[in-house]
């Protein structure tokens, strides 16, 4: 167990023994020395009634923090808790993206209130950041961006900054703009602060500059920064105007969601589930998938009723059957989780797709052959029969080889129909190799053994 770990638990134990005997002080005293992010995570790991009791602890001035760190369901149950004016107290201070975050969760009346309380250039940015997708670089980005133009010297930029009197956090760099806006280069602080304050901005900037156009998807974004090793860059129009900047720990963020999300998803869960929600929901939401399931374990049913008078005459097929469909079902969760994972990485497209499906296959007939020889011996050792041994080492070779080839074939189908192939990928793989499984070894053993 890391330390990370530890300290969580730790943390957890003396917050819920400070609840449960009602000793303010000491979980005040616990969340003064916590990040908010830390608070929010303390918040998402304890039941319903002990969290509502932190949350009245936590300090209004770091509320809107909190807020934005916490699950979207979390989030819910933590504004039932507070009232109009506390709501809007939390949000002031907020950035714009962080505030379009919040935004939409709010309540109606909520909301026209926050907006009333704005002035007209904050609520005009707030509506410019909503007008993006949810999913996109424009909501992502940061607006406090610093743009200097190329034709001026170092020490202009020098005065420009003591003017301004502070930089944006995370500020590795300036924006070099034209006079239209468009952007040109970005000039690292490093030489700001290190070259002779003579020299014009166009003799230090970077021209080959990495642009974000505002519509790109945010996982898109997170991969260019992770191939293009960056640490910030400008977001764009479509004319190639500055609109402001991403920086990488926005992009954490996005990859820690993204993460998430397919963890969940591999469950056929909400990314946003609360661990700590009340049993009827969360009982409902995975009822949804464990019904698809259902259907899909009668189809597969049907299959070996199918064969009921194979089964009755050779018992050992009974014996035997659930070895098939499990090594199938092995192979085909390997490729599936290899297949989804490039495809959330970009690296499969229509241009590589039938060389992998070939790979696959190769890797399915290897495996399926050596493995069926390992069962073939071990069903002939047990049964005393030939036949048998044969015969499960041909389904276990074609049940492998239908694995391999849905492992590939099914994200990519999902994906073409606008489905999310980590949500639903492993029902259909089930399926596909419960039934082939099923069809092959007891078909055969019905032509062959009977």
Do not use: C
Not at 148 to 170: C, G, Q, Y
């Amino acid at each position: 167990m890391n330390d990370t770990t530890e300290t969580l638990e730790h943390r957890l134990s003396g917050i819920h023994a400070a609840l449960v005997k009602d000793e303010t002080e000491l979980v005040d005293e616990v969340v003064a020395d916590l990040e908010p992010a830390e608070i929010a995570l303390l918040l998402e790991s304890l039941p319903p009634a002990d969290r509502i009791r932190l949350w009245e602890r936590v300090p209004a001035e770091v509320d809107g923090e909190v807020l934005l760190h916490v699950h979207d369901e979390v989030r819910s149950t933590l504004l039932d808790d507070m009232d109009h004016a506390e709501i809007v107290a939390a949000a002031t201070g907020l950035d714009t993206t962080d505030l379009a975050d919040l935004f939409e969760d709010l309540p109606q009346l909520v909301a026209e209130d926050m907006l009333r309380s704005m002035d007209e250039q904050q609520r005009q940015r707030l509506q410019e950041t909503l007008a993006f997708e949810e999913d996109s670089a424009g909501r992502l980005m940061r607006t406090d961006t610093i743009g200097v133009r190329a034709d001026v010297s170092l020490e202009t930029v020098h005065r420009f900054l003591r003017w301004k009197e502070t930089v944006p956090d995370n500020t590795d760099a300036l924006m070099v703009v034209d006079r239209n806006g468009l952007v040109v280069g970005i000039l690292p602080l490093a030489r700001l602060v290190s070259h002779d304050t003579d020299m014009a901005v166009a003799d230090l900037m970077d021209s080959d500059v990495d642009f974000i156009s505002m519509g790109m998807k945010s996982r898109d974004v997170a991969t260019l920064f992770q191939t293009h090793d960056l640490s910030s860059a400008p977001v764009v129009d479509d004319e190639g105007r500055l609109l402001g900047r991403i920086v990488i720990e926005d992009i954490v963020d996005v990859i820690r969601d993204n993460s998430e999300q397919a963890l969940m998803n591999m469950a056929g869960l909400d990314e946003e589930e609360d661990l700590f929600a009340p049993v009827l929901p969360s009982a409902r939401r995975r009822a949804v998938w464990l019904g698809i399931n259902l259907l899909t374990a009668f189809l597969a049913a049907g299959v070996i009723g199918r064969f009921e008078a194979a089964l009755d005459q050779i018992v050992a097929l009974a014996v035997l059957m659930p070895i098939v469909a499990s090594m199938g079902g092995i192979a085909g969760s390997q490729t599936l989780t290899l297949a989804i994972r490039g495809m959330a990485l970009g690296q499969i497209s229509r241009t590589n797709s039938q060389w992998l499906m070939r790979k696959e296959i190769g890797i399915a007939i290897l495996n399926g052959v050596g493995w069926a020889l390992v069962v073939a011996l071990l069903a002939i050792l047990w049964f005393k029969s030939l036949g048998i041994g044969v015969i499960i080492a041909i389904a276990l070779v074609i049940n492998m080889l239908a694995a391999g080839i849905a492992g590939i074939a099914i994200p990519l189908v999902l994906k073409r129909m606008g489905i999310d192939p980590a949500l639903s990928g492993s029902v259909v793989l089930t399926t596909v190799t419960d039934v082939v499984g099923f069809m092959a070894f007891l078909g055969l053993a019905t032509l062959f053994l009977l």
